[in-house]
């Protein structure tokens, strides 16, 4: 479906999915699907446990840590809140 489609956890298939079904283009797929995972692994739990705490500290270490530029930050945080 995506160029990285071997890299999708169940959910971010199902976002994929929906995305397509949006006609979003693959690469704004791939886009949105790896924030998503990035996040998912950066909690270290399944998404369903996760909420706006876990988002705030994962915007924090991208800001801290990762010391993303604020389009990246912008586009990761935007991502993340629509899955």
Do not use: C
Request: net charge negative; glycine share 4%.
């Amino acid at each position: 479906m995506t160029p990285d489609s071997k890299r999708l956890s169940p959910l971010t298939q199902r976002m994929a999915e929906d995305l397509l079904v949006r006609n979003l283009s693959p690469n704004t797929i791939d886009a949105y699907t790896y924030h998503v995972d990035r996040f998912i692994d950066f909690a270290g739990r399944p998404a369903e446990e996760l909420g706006p705490d876990e988002v705030r500290a994962f915007q924090l270490h991208l800001i801290r840590e990762k010391k993303v530029g604020w389009s990246s930050f912008q586009q990761t945080s935007s991502n993340i809140l629509q899955a």
